[in-house]
Protein backbone atom coordinates (compact mmCIF):
# COMPACT_ATOMS: atom_id res chain seq x y z
CA UNK A 1 0.00 0.00 0.00
CA UNK A 2 1.23 3.32 -0.96
CA UNK A 3 2.14 6.57 1.56
CA UNK A 4 -1.20 8.34 -0.02
CA UNK A 5 -3.14 5.15 0.17
CA UNK A 6 -2.24 5.26 3.80
CA UNK A 7 -3.04 8.78 4.67
CA UNK A 8 -5.96 9.19 2.82
CA UNK A 9 -7.52 6.50 5.55
CA UNK A 10 -7.25 9.23 8.03
CA UNK A 11 -8.71 12.12 6.04
CA UNK A 12 -11.71 13.82 5.33
CA UNK A 13 -14.39 10.73 4.15
CA UNK A 14 -15.41 13.12 0.91
CA UNK A 15 -12.07 14.35 0.13
CA UNK A 16 -10.70 11.30 0.46
CA UNK A 17 -13.56 9.70 -2.19
CA UNK A 18 -12.60 12.48 -4.50
CA UNK A 19 -9.06 11.99 -4.24
CA UNK A 20 -9.58 8.35 -4.77
CA UNK A 21 -11.09 8.52 -7.77
CA UNK A 22 -9.07 11.03 -8.75
CA UNK A 23 -5.96 8.54 -8.68
CA UNK A 24 -8.46 5.95 -10.46
CA UNK A 25 -8.37 8.71 -13.23
CA UNK A 26 -12.11 9.11 -13.23
CA UNK A 27 -13.43 12.35 -14.09
CA UNK A 28 -13.76 14.96 -10.68
CA UNK A 29 -16.94 16.78 -10.93
CA UNK A 30 -17.60 20.54 -10.20
CA UNK A 31 -18.73 19.77 -6.84
CA UNK A 32 -15.91 17.38 -6.05
CA UNK A 33 -13.25 19.98 -7.10
CA UNK A 34 -14.48 22.91 -5.00
CA UNK A 35 -14.56 20.99 -1.90
CA UNK A 36 -10.90 20.07 -2.48
CA UNK A 37 -10.71 23.96 -2.34
CA UNK A 38 -12.01 23.30 1.50
CA UNK A 39 -9.25 21.08 2.36
CA UNK A 40 -7.10 21.71 5.46
CA UNK A 41 -4.01 20.10 7.13
CA UNK A 42 -3.39 16.12 6.34
CA UNK A 43 -6.48 16.83 3.66
CA UNK A 44 -4.30 19.63 2.00
CA UNK A 45 -1.17 18.07 1.74
CA UNK A 46 -2.96 14.75 0.48
CA UNK A 47 -4.40 17.21 -2.68
CA UNK A 48 -0.92 18.16 -3.33
CA UNK A 49 0.37 14.72 -3.05
CA UNK A 50 -2.35 13.60 -5.36
CA UNK A 51 -1.37 15.92 -8.15
CA UNK A 52 2.06 15.52 -8.10
CA UNK A 53 1.64 11.78 -8.31
CA UNK A 54 -1.08 12.51 -11.27
CA UNK A 55 1.77 14.48 -12.67
CA UNK A 56 4.52 11.97 -12.09
CA UNK A 57 2.67 9.18 -14.06
CA UNK A 58 1.14 11.52 -16.71
CA UNK A 59 4.80 13.36 -17.63
CA UNK A 60 7.26 11.58 -15.71
CA UNK A 61 10.05 13.45 -14.00
CA UNK A 62 10.96 16.04 -16.72
CA UNK A 63 10.15 19.87 -15.90
CA UNK A 64 10.41 21.82 -19.42
CA UNK A 65 10.29 25.22 -20.73
CA UNK A 66 11.36 27.40 -23.86
CA UNK A 67 13.37 29.84 -25.07
CA UNK A 68 11.24 32.58 -26.03
CA UNK A 69 10.59 36.16 -26.39
CA UNK A 70 7.80 38.05 -25.37
CA UNK A 71 7.66 41.28 -28.46
CA UNK A 72 4.46 43.17 -26.68
CA UNK A 73 4.39 45.63 -30.06
CA UNK A 74 1.94 48.49 -28.47
CA UNK A 75 0.31 49.19 -24.99
CA UNK A 76 -2.39 51.56 -26.84
CA UNK A 77 -5.57 49.90 -26.26
CA UNK A 78 -9.53 51.29 -26.87
CA UNK A 79 -10.21 48.50 -24.00
CA UNK A 80 -10.00 49.67 -20.36
CA UNK A 81 -9.77 46.36 -18.58
CA UNK A 82 -9.85 46.78 -14.34
CA UNK A 83 -7.31 44.64 -14.30
CA UNK A 84 -4.77 45.77 -17.20
CA UNK A 85 -1.96 48.68 -15.74
CA UNK A 86 -0.14 48.01 -19.03
CA UNK A 87 -2.50 49.62 -21.22
CA UNK A 88 -2.71 53.19 -22.30
CA UNK A 89 -5.41 55.81 -24.18
CA UNK A 90 -3.52 57.05 -27.50
CA UNK A 91 -4.12 60.08 -26.35
CA UNK A 92 -1.19 59.44 -23.16
CA UNK A 93 1.96 60.10 -24.11
CA UNK A 94 3.40 56.80 -22.41
CA UNK A 95 1.43 54.87 -25.29
CA UNK A 96 3.95 53.50 -27.78
CA UNK A 97 4.35 51.34 -31.19
CA UNK A 98 7.22 49.35 -32.42
CA UNK A 99 7.58 49.66 -36.07
CA UNK A 100 8.13 46.13 -38.13
CA UNK A 101 11.47 46.36 -37.91
CA UNK A 102 11.94 46.65 -35.08
CA UNK A 103 9.67 43.93 -33.76
CA UNK A 104 11.58 41.58 -36.31
CA UNK A 105 15.36 43.16 -34.91
CA UNK A 106 13.84 41.50 -31.47
CA UNK A 107 13.18 38.42 -33.33
CA UNK A 108 15.98 37.98 -35.47
CA UNK A 109 18.41 38.94 -31.60
CA UNK A 110 16.03 36.01 -29.63
CA UNK A 111 16.79 33.47 -32.56
CA UNK A 112 20.64 34.20 -32.32
CA UNK A 113 20.25 33.20 -28.96
CA UNK A 114 18.89 30.38 -29.62
CA UNK A 115 14.90 31.27 -28.95
CA UNK A 116 12.60 28.85 -30.85
CA UNK A 117 9.39 31.04 -30.23
CA UNK A 118 8.26 35.08 -30.42
CA UNK A 119 5.17 35.44 -28.40
CA UNK A 120 3.69 38.61 -29.92
CA UNK A 121 0.83 39.91 -27.88
CA UNK A 122 -0.11 43.57 -27.46
CA UNK A 123 -3.00 46.02 -27.17
CA UNK A 124 -5.69 47.25 -29.17
CA UNK A 125 -4.93 50.54 -31.07
CA UNK A 126 -7.67 52.48 -32.64
CA UNK A 127 -7.77 52.96 -36.13
CA UNK A 128 -5.78 49.61 -36.56
CA UNK A 129 -4.20 48.79 -39.93
CA UNK A 130 -6.17 45.34 -40.66
CA UNK A 131 -3.34 43.72 -42.25
CA UNK A 132 -1.00 44.60 -39.01
CA UNK A 133 -0.99 41.39 -37.74
CA UNK A 134 -0.27 39.59 -41.10
CA UNK A 135 2.51 41.73 -42.23
CA UNK A 136 4.09 41.26 -38.88
CA UNK A 137 4.28 37.79 -39.50
CA UNK A 138 4.60 37.56 -43.12
CA UNK A 139 7.81 39.87 -41.96
CA UNK A 140 9.57 37.53 -39.20
CA UNK A 141 9.16 34.37 -41.12
CA UNK A 142 10.67 35.92 -44.31
CA UNK A 143 13.78 36.69 -42.42
CA UNK A 144 13.50 33.73 -39.68
CA UNK A 145 11.67 31.24 -41.63
CA UNK A 146 12.16 28.51 -38.61
CA UNK A 147 10.82 30.91 -35.56
CA UNK A 148 7.64 29.69 -34.16
CA UNK A 149 4.76 32.30 -33.67
CA UNK A 150 3.19 32.24 -31.11
CA UNK A 151 0.51 34.74 -31.66
CA UNK A 152 -2.21 36.88 -30.90
CA UNK A 153 -4.78 36.30 -28.15
CA UNK A 154 -8.55 35.51 -28.79
CA UNK A 155 -9.03 39.45 -28.28
CA UNK A 156 -6.82 40.21 -31.12
CA UNK A 157 -8.11 37.67 -33.40
CA UNK A 158 -11.28 39.11 -32.75
CA UNK A 159 -10.34 42.35 -33.17
CA UNK A 160 -8.30 41.43 -36.24
CA UNK A 161 -11.52 40.11 -38.12
CA UNK A 162 -13.79 42.70 -37.34
CA UNK A 163 -11.14 45.41 -38.61
CA UNK A 164 -10.80 42.88 -41.81
CA UNK A 165 -14.58 42.96 -42.15
CA UNK A 166 -14.20 38.92 -42.70
CA UNK A 167 -15.48 36.08 -40.11
CA UNK A 168 -13.40 34.47 -37.22
CA UNK A 169 -12.53 31.49 -39.42
CA UNK A 170 -11.32 33.44 -42.49
CA UNK A 171 -8.63 35.53 -40.53
CA UNK A 172 -7.56 32.79 -38.78
CA UNK A 173 -6.98 31.10 -41.98
CA UNK A 174 -5.47 34.39 -42.82
CA UNK A 175 -3.23 34.65 -39.89
CA UNK A 176 -2.10 31.24 -40.32
CA UNK A 177 -0.89 31.20 -43.97
CA UNK A 178 1.14 34.45 -42.79
CA UNK A 179 2.74 32.09 -40.71
CA UNK A 180 0.77 32.19 -37.19
CA UNK A 181 1.72 29.13 -35.53
CA UNK A 182 -0.19 28.86 -31.96
CA UNK A 183 -2.18 31.20 -30.06
CA UNK A 184 -2.04 31.88 -26.44
CA UNK A 185 -5.13 31.44 -24.80
CA UNK A 186 -5.15 34.78 -23.31
CA UNK A 187 -7.82 37.12 -22.83
CA UNK A 188 -9.80 34.45 -20.67
CA UNK A 189 -9.41 35.42 -17.17
CA UNK A 190 -12.62 33.73 -15.72
CA UNK A 191 -14.54 32.25 -18.06
CA UNK A 192 -17.95 33.27 -16.51
CA UNK A 193 -19.72 36.41 -18.57
CA UNK A 194 -21.16 38.33 -15.40
CA UNK A 195 -17.52 38.68 -13.78
CA UNK A 196 -16.10 40.11 -16.85
CA UNK A 197 -18.69 42.89 -17.53
CA UNK A 198 -17.45 43.90 -14.37
CA UNK A 199 -13.56 43.77 -14.42
CA UNK A 200 -13.34 44.70 -18.32
CA UNK A 201 -16.45 45.47 -19.69
CA UNK A 202 -16.08 45.22 -23.72
CA UNK A 203 -13.81 42.57 -23.83
CA UNK A 204 -13.72 39.91 -25.82
CA UNK A 205 -17.17 37.76 -24.31
CA UNK A 206 -17.23 34.34 -23.35
CA UNK A 207 -18.87 33.02 -26.54
CA UNK A 208 -16.65 34.71 -28.68
CA UNK A 209 -13.75 33.36 -27.00
CA UNK A 210 -14.66 29.75 -27.39
CA UNK A 211 -15.83 30.52 -30.80
CA UNK A 212 -11.98 32.08 -31.37
CA UNK A 213 -10.57 28.92 -29.71
CA UNK A 214 -12.84 26.09 -31.09
CA UNK A 215 -12.48 27.55 -34.87
CA UNK A 216 -8.47 28.09 -34.43
CA UNK A 217 -8.59 24.26 -33.27
CA UNK A 218 -10.04 23.06 -36.24
CA UNK A 219 -7.93 25.24 -38.37
CA UNK A 220 -5.06 23.31 -37.07
CA UNK A 221 -3.58 25.70 -34.74
CA UNK A 222 -3.53 24.80 -31.27
CA UNK A 223 -3.58 27.31 -28.16
CA UNK A 224 -2.44 27.33 -24.47
CA UNK A 225 -5.48 27.75 -22.20
CA UNK A 226 -5.31 30.34 -18.51
CA UNK A 227 -7.32 31.75 -15.89
CA UNK A 228 -6.42 34.92 -14.02
CA UNK A 229 -7.49 33.93 -10.18
CA UNK A 230 -7.20 36.12 -6.98
CA UNK A 231 -9.42 39.05 -7.70
CA UNK A 232 -12.98 38.84 -7.46
CA UNK A 233 -13.91 35.54 -8.22
CA UNK A 234 -15.23 32.66 -6.41
CA UNK A 235 -14.08 29.16 -5.89
CA UNK A 236 -16.79 27.65 -8.06
CA UNK A 237 -16.22 30.01 -10.70
CA UNK A 238 -12.64 29.27 -10.83
CA UNK A 239 -13.93 25.42 -11.12
CA UNK A 240 -16.61 26.09 -13.56
CA UNK A 241 -13.83 27.80 -15.42
CA UNK A 242 -11.62 24.81 -15.78
CA UNK A 243 -14.60 22.87 -16.29
CA UNK A 244 -15.29 24.71 -19.65
CA UNK A 245 -11.48 24.61 -20.80
CA UNK A 246 -11.82 20.62 -20.15
CA UNK A 247 -15.07 20.20 -21.74
CA UNK A 248 -13.10 22.49 -24.73
CA UNK A 249 -10.42 19.77 -24.49
CA UNK A 250 -13.01 16.83 -25.44
CA UNK A 251 -14.26 18.53 -28.17
CA UNK A 252 -11.15 19.92 -30.03
CA UNK A 253 -7.85 18.42 -28.35
CA UNK A 254 -6.53 21.55 -29.25
CA UNK A 255 -4.98 22.78 -25.72
CA UNK A 256 -1.38 22.64 -25.20
CA UNK A 257 -1.22 23.15 -21.39
CA UNK A 258 -3.21 25.44 -18.83
CA UNK A 259 -1.71 28.01 -17.31
CA UNK A 260 -3.16 29.04 -13.77
CA UNK A 261 -2.46 33.21 -13.64
CA UNK A 262 -2.06 34.23 -9.95
CA UNK A 263 -3.91 38.55 -10.45
CA UNK A 264 -1.06 41.06 -9.51
CA UNK A 265 -2.48 43.58 -7.52
CA UNK A 266 -0.65 46.69 -7.43
CA UNK A 267 -1.31 48.83 -10.40
CA UNK A 268 -4.23 47.44 -11.41
CA UNK A 269 -6.75 49.90 -11.30
CA UNK A 270 -9.67 47.57 -10.20
CA UNK A 271 -7.74 47.49 -7.05
CA UNK A 272 -6.03 50.77 -6.81
CA UNK A 273 -9.20 52.35 -7.00
CA UNK A 274 -11.67 49.51 -4.94
CA UNK A 275 -13.67 49.37 -7.98
CA UNK A 276 -15.40 45.91 -6.72
CA UNK A 277 -16.52 45.25 -2.88
CA UNK A 278 -14.34 42.09 -1.76
CA UNK A 279 -11.17 42.52 -4.41
CA UNK A 280 -8.89 40.62 -2.75
CA UNK A 281 -4.83 41.24 -3.81
CA UNK A 282 -4.26 38.20 -5.49
CA UNK A 283 -4.42 34.27 -4.20
CA UNK A 284 -2.43 33.32 -1.02
CA UNK A 285 -0.14 30.68 -1.24
CA UNK A 286 -1.91 27.96 -0.34
CA UNK A 287 -4.57 29.21 -2.44
CA UNK A 288 -2.13 29.43 -5.54
CA UNK A 289 -0.60 25.92 -4.64
CA UNK A 290 -4.27 24.26 -4.68
CA UNK A 291 -5.21 25.76 -7.31
CA UNK A 292 -2.57 24.74 -9.80
CA UNK A 293 -3.58 21.11 -7.57
CA UNK A 294 -6.48 21.06 -8.76
CA UNK A 295 -6.33 22.24 -12.27
CA UNK A 296 -3.88 18.97 -12.57
CA UNK A 297 -6.69 16.72 -11.52
CA UNK A 298 -9.39 18.51 -13.21
CA UNK A 299 -7.66 18.45 -16.22
CA UNK A 300 -5.05 15.18 -15.83
CA UNK A 301 -7.16 12.87 -18.04
CA UNK A 302 -7.38 15.90 -21.10
CA UNK A 303 -4.22 18.35 -21.02
CA UNK A 304 -1.03 16.84 -19.78
CA UNK A 305 1.06 19.63 -18.96
CA UNK A 306 0.17 22.55 -16.07
CA UNK A 307 2.63 25.45 -16.01
CA UNK A 308 3.19 27.86 -13.49
CA UNK A 309 3.88 31.49 -13.69
CA UNK A 310 7.51 32.56 -12.10
CA UNK A 311 6.51 35.68 -13.39
CA UNK A 312 3.93 35.98 -11.57
CA UNK A 313 4.71 33.90 -8.38
CA UNK A 314 8.87 34.05 -8.47
CA UNK A 315 11.27 31.45 -8.66
CA UNK A 316 11.00 29.85 -5.08
CA UNK A 317 7.16 29.87 -5.26
CA UNK A 318 7.47 27.78 -8.89
CA UNK A 319 9.35 25.66 -7.23
CA UNK A 320 7.12 24.77 -4.63
CA UNK A 321 4.86 24.09 -7.16
CA UNK A 322 6.53 21.62 -8.95
CA UNK A 323 5.27 19.06 -6.08
CA UNK A 324 1.90 20.63 -6.70
CA UNK A 325 1.19 19.58 -10.22
CA UNK A 326 2.91 21.69 -12.19
CA UNK A 327 5.50 20.05 -14.61
CA UNK A 328 6.48 23.00 -16.63
CA UNK A 329 7.89 26.31 -16.14
CA UNK A 330 7.14 28.53 -18.95
CA UNK A 331 9.76 30.67 -20.82
CA UNK A 332 12.38 32.38 -20.63
CA UNK A 333 10.66 35.49 -21.97
CA UNK A 334 13.43 38.06 -22.40
CA UNK A 335 10.68 41.07 -22.51
CA UNK A 336 8.47 40.46 -19.81
CA UNK A 337 5.72 44.26 -19.82
CA UNK A 338 2.49 42.89 -18.77
CA UNK A 339 2.93 41.87 -15.53
CA UNK A 340 5.64 43.87 -15.22
CA UNK A 341 3.64 46.64 -15.41
CA UNK A 342 0.85 45.63 -13.38
CA UNK A 343 3.37 45.31 -10.32
CA UNK A 344 5.31 42.02 -10.45
CA UNK A 345 8.69 42.40 -8.87
CA UNK A 346 10.26 39.04 -10.41
CA UNK A 347 12.07 40.21 -13.45
CA UNK A 348 11.16 40.01 -16.84
CA UNK A 349 13.56 37.51 -17.78
CA UNK A 350 14.70 33.90 -16.97
CA UNK A 351 17.65 32.74 -17.68
CA UNK A 352 17.68 28.89 -19.33
CA UNK A 353 20.53 28.08 -16.14
CA UNK A 354 19.00 29.40 -13.78
CA UNK A 355 15.96 27.54 -14.63
CA UNK A 356 17.76 24.29 -15.22
CA UNK A 357 19.16 24.88 -11.39
CA UNK A 358 15.89 25.32 -9.86
CA UNK A 359 14.18 22.57 -11.12
CA UNK A 360 17.48 20.03 -10.23
CA UNK A 361 16.72 21.68 -6.90
CA UNK A 362 13.53 20.42 -7.06
CA UNK A 363 14.51 16.40 -7.45
CA UNK A 364 13.34 16.95 -11.45
CA UNK A 365 15.14 16.82 -14.95
CA UNK A 366 15.14 19.78 -16.85
CA UNK A 367 14.54 19.66 -20.50
CA UNK A 368 14.11 22.51 -23.56
CA UNK A 369 11.02 21.76 -25.39
CA UNK A 370 9.03 23.37 -28.37
CA UNK A 371 5.82 25.50 -27.88
CA UNK A 372 4.54 22.42 -28.53
CA UNK A 373 6.18 20.27 -26.10
CA UNK A 374 8.89 18.48 -28.40
CA UNK A 375 11.74 17.95 -26.46
CA UNK A 376 14.67 19.67 -27.97
CA UNK A 377 17.26 18.80 -25.37
CA UNK A 378 17.73 17.25 -22.02
CA UNK A 379 20.02 18.31 -19.52
CA UNK A 380 22.02 15.60 -18.17
CA UNK A 381 24.76 17.85 -16.28
CA UNK A 382 24.96 20.85 -14.71
CA UNK A 383 28.25 22.51 -17.09
CA UNK A 384 26.10 22.41 -20.20
CA UNK A 385 25.24 26.14 -20.94
CA UNK A 386 22.61 27.82 -23.33
CA UNK A 387 23.35 30.91 -25.70
CA UNK A 388 20.95 33.11 -23.63
CA UNK A 389 23.41 32.19 -20.59
CA UNK A 390 26.28 33.70 -22.53
CA UNK A 391 24.81 37.15 -22.48
CA UNK A 392 26.43 39.46 -19.92
CA UNK A 393 24.87 42.41 -19.88
CA UNK A 394 20.58 41.91 -20.21
CA UNK A 395 20.19 45.98 -19.98
CA UNK A 396 20.69 45.20 -24.20
CA UNK A 397 17.15 43.82 -23.97
CA UNK A 398 15.67 47.30 -22.40
CA UNK A 399 12.89 47.73 -20.37
CA UNK A 400 9.06 48.52 -20.46
CA UNK A 401 9.71 51.42 -18.04
CA UNK A 402 12.50 52.49 -20.69
CA UNK A 403 10.57 51.74 -23.82
CA UNK A 404 7.20 54.14 -22.67
CA UNK A 405 10.23 56.82 -22.73
CA UNK A 406 11.22 56.02 -26.26
CA UNK A 407 10.44 59.51 -28.30
CA UNK A 408 10.60 57.75 -32.09
CA UNK A 409 8.62 54.60 -30.70
CA UNK A 410 5.78 57.28 -29.55
CA UNK A 411 2.24 56.35 -30.59
CA UNK A 412 0.91 58.24 -34.01
CA UNK A 413 -2.55 57.99 -34.21
CA UNK A 414 -3.10 57.01 -37.75
CA UNK A 415 -6.25 59.82 -38.25
CA UNK A 416 -3.85 62.68 -37.25
CA UNK A 417 -0.86 61.60 -39.89
Known sequence: MSTIDLLLKNADPLIAHTLDRALDEKEISEEEAVRLYEAQGLDFHLVGMVADELRRR????????????????????????????????FREEEGYFLPT??????????YSLGATEVCI??????????????????????????MHIHGFSPEEVLYGATRSQVSIKEYLSRLKDAGVNTLPGTAAEILDQKIRDKISPGRISVDDWTEVIKTAHRLGIN?????????????????????KIRQIQKETGGFTEFVPLNFVHT???????????????????????????????????????IQMS???????????????????????LINESISTSAGSQHGQLLRPRDMRRIIREAGRIPAQRTTTYKIIKTYNTDSESDELDKVDDTNRFGSYFELVKIDKYRYKNPRSS
Open 58 to 89: RVGDTVTFVVNRNINFTNVCIKQCGFCAFSRD
Open 101 to 110: EEIVRRAKEA
Open 267 to 305: EAPMYRHKMHEGIQSGAGANDVLLTHAISRIMLNNHINN
Open 310 to 332: WVKEGPKMSQILLMWGANDFGGT
Open 121 to 146: QAGLPPDMDAGLYEKICRAIKSEIPD
Open 223 to 243: STSTIMFGHIETREDRVRHIA
